[in-house]
């Protein structure tokens, strides 16, 4: 059994060598095994990259939080412009792309960022998100908050999630004893 085992990997071993041998000192099936090559690495490019299936639009986002972990600001900064470029309407990126700018000290880029989540909230009916970037823009612009404050009362439904006191009548508030 051993010996045949043995006689099997020999010979598979020496018809490799064979057609290697062949492969690079004629051109005799080169260009068709160069061809194939090429197919199978567009074919591997082209699927799903990690154990998840990751596609390289989430493998850039990564990089960029990657990149701000290890403290390269510039490089997460690049990173987040490029995933945005193909990722135009993730408000998250943005935001997060905001805090980069924020941590380095960059306000006015990340007031601008922040602008440009917020207002891809308010467009995709998440307004509850948006009241947490308000305070920077302000601080930064106060013109781009006014324009975002406008834009949520801008639609009833939105008005009376984001500002329940101006929807119902205000009660004066009523003594704990009286209960007691």
């Known amino acids: 059994m051993v010996s045949k085992l043995a006689n099997f990997i020999v010979g598979a071993a020496l018809m490799l060598l064979v ?11 080169k260009p068709a095994a160069d061809k194939a090559m090429e197919s199978v ?3 591997v490019s082209k699927s799903p990259a990690g154990p998840f299936g990751k596609n390289s639009s989430e493998d850039q986002l990564d990089k960029a939080r990657e990149a701000f972990a290890a403290g390269n600001t510039d490089g997460s900064i690049a ?3 490029e995933y945005i470029k193909h990722n ?11 805090n980069v ?6 306000l006015q880029e990340s007031a601008q960022s922040y602008y440009d989540a ?3 909230l308010i467009d995709q009916k998440q307004t509850d998100r948006v009241p947490a970037l308000l305070p920077v823009i ?4 106060p013109a781009l908050a006014d324009e975002l404050a406008q834009k949520m009362s801008q639609n009833p439904q939105q008005t009376a999630m984001t500002q329940p006191d101006q929807q119902q009548p205000q009660q004066a508030p009523q003594s704990a004893t009286r209960y007691y």
């Open 138 to 141: 302000a601080q930064v612009n």
């Open 41 to 43: 690495k567009m074919a």
């Open 79 to 81: 990173a987040y412009k």
């Open 19 to 29: 057609v290697v041998l062949v492969y690079k000192n004629t051109n005799w099936f």
């Open 118 to 120: 917020a207002k891809l």
């Open 88 to 98: 135009a309407e993730n408000a998250d990126a943005r935001g997060e792309l905001g």
């Open 101 to 106: 700018y924020y941590l380095s000290g960059k």
